[in-house]
Structure formats: structure tokens, C-alpha cells
């Protein structure tokens, strides 16, 4: 079994697509052709319980469907199976292709402080979306009673992020949340 800390959420099963077997896959990034160079993917179910660990599942045939896919696994040949299917998928990370410098997964931004111009912290990223135009950060302010607010992840908000200073540095006003 991966390692829990090795794996990475890269999108959600979606239940059934026809009845042999087949599941809907969403992938969280916009481009999940990665998800092509991985045949094993792990399965937290959905609804959330206490104590329980990712499930295995063995890729036997993956699909590009609209923006989606379609995925068959191993020892899933029927719609009930695949209803059953339905949660957060997971990626190790170390199966994933090997980035060219200055990219990143998502999944690295997580946790990263957003400053912005004046130098004020913000929050921290809590969450990458997409509205269909571009990616959104999700930036949790540090006052946790406070709701979270997205930023575009266009050059004009997002100025530079700086894994070694663990930040993200934006053109983004603090009273704009």
C-alpha cells in the first residue's frame, strides 16, 4: 500500500457510466491527461468515516469522455460495482511524470500563506477550483470563522508563487474577500 502522505487527491468518482461496469471520473485539474501515466489509484469512499483507508483500485482501461473520462477497473464489470465507487481519488504521488521546472501539481500550493502587495498575509491556500475560465485559489483567511474566498489564477492577481517562501504573493486587496 502507498504510503497515505505519498498520495494526493486528483479528482472524484462520479458513480456508473452504463452498466458494464464502467466509472465517471472528474479530474480536479483542468488537464487530467496525467492521470494516463498512472494505473493504480486509490479510493477514499464517500461518506467520510473515521479510520478508514484508501482502497486500491488497479486501472485495466481509461478513457477520455467530453471533459471527463471514463474508467474501468479491475474486478468492476458490473453498474452496481461501479456505483459503489463513489469518493475522492487519489494518485500516488510518486507515480505521477516527472514536471518541467517552474510547474507544479495543485496539490503543492495547499497550505502556502497569500500576501499581498502591502504585505498583508491574507490567508492560506486551502483548495485550487475551476469556474470553466481559469483556476481559482481558494485562500482560507486566518481568522477561521471567516469563509474562504477565491482568487483568479491570472498573471494580473497571482504576481509569483515562491515554494521556498512557502507564499503566494498577489495583487489582491485585503478588503476585496
Same mark, same amino acid.
Given at each position: 500500500?502507498?504510503?497515505? +502522505?505519498? &498520495?494526493?487527491?486528483?479528482?472524484?468518482?462520479?458513480?456508473?457510466?452504463?452498466?458494464?461496469?464502467?466509472?465517471?471520473?472528474?479530474?480536479?485539474?483542468?488537464?487530467? /491527461?496525467?492521470?494516463? /501515466?498512472?494505473?493504480?489509484?486509490?479510493?477514499?469512499?464517500?461518506?467520510?468515516?473515521?479510520?478508514?483507508?484508501?482502497?486500491? &483500485?488497479? !486501472?485495466?482501461?481509461?478513457? $477520455?469522455?467530453?471533459?471527463? %473520462?471514463?474508467?474501468?477497473?479491475?474486478? @468492476?464489470?458490473?453498474?452496481?460495482?461501479?456505483? $459503489?465507487?463513489?469518493?475522492?481519488?487519489?494518485?500516488?504521488?510518486?507515480?505521477?511524470? =516527472?514536471?518541467?521546472?517552474?510547474?507544479?501539481?495543485?496539490?503543492?500550493?495547499?497550505?502556502?500563506?497569500?500576501?499581498? +502587495?502591502?504585505?498583508? !498575509? &491574507?490567508?492560506? @491556500?486551502?483548495?485550487?477550483?475551476?469556474?470553466?475560465? +481559469?483556476?481559482?485559489?481558494?485562500? +482560507?483567511?486566518?481568522?477561521?470563522?471567516?469563509?474562504? %474566498?477565491?482568487?483568479?489564477?491570472?498573471?494580473?492577481? !497571482?504576481?509569483?508563487?515562491? %515554494? =521556498?517562501? =512557502?507564499? @503566494?504573493?498577489?495583487?489582491?486587496?485585503?478588503?476585496?474577500?
Amino acid at each position: 500500500m502507498a504510503n497515505n +502522505q505519498d &498520495l494526493m487527491e486528483a479528482g472524484r468518482t462520479a458513480g456508473a457510466y452504463g452498466v458494464r461496469g464502467w466509472v465517471r471520473v472528474v479530474p480536479h485539474a483542468r488537464d487530467g /491527461e496525467f492521470l494516463f /501515466e498512472v494505473d493504480t489509484w486509490w479510493l477514499l469512499p464517500y461518506p467520510r468515516k473515521p479510520g478508514v483507508a484508501p482502497k486500491r &483500485l488497479d !486501472v485495466k482501461e481509461l478513457k $477520455a469522455h467530453g471533459k471527463e %473520462f471514463i474508467a474501468k477497473f479491475e474486478g @468492476v464489470d458490473q453498474k452496481e460495482a461501479a456505483d $459503489a465507487l463513489k469518493g475522492s481519488l487519489l494518485v500516488d504521488r510518486n507515480d505521477l511524470p =516527472e514536471l518541467e521546472e517552474g510547474d507544479y501539481y495543485d496539490d503543492d500550493l495547499l497550505g502556502l500563506t497569500v500576501i499581498n +502587495q502591502e504585505g498583508i !498575509v &491574507l490567508g492560506k @491556500v486551502c483548495g485550487v477550483a475551476d469556474n470553466g475560465a +481559469q483556476d481559482l485559489l481558494e485562500v +482560507q483567511p486566518e481568522d477561521e470563522k471567516a469563509m474562504s %474566498f477565491y482568487i483568479p489564477m491570472v498573471e494580473n492577481y !497571482v504576481i509569483e508563487i515562491d %515554494f =521556498e517562501e =512557502e507564499c @503566494v504573493k498577489v495583487d489582491w486587496s485585503a478588503d476585496w474577500n
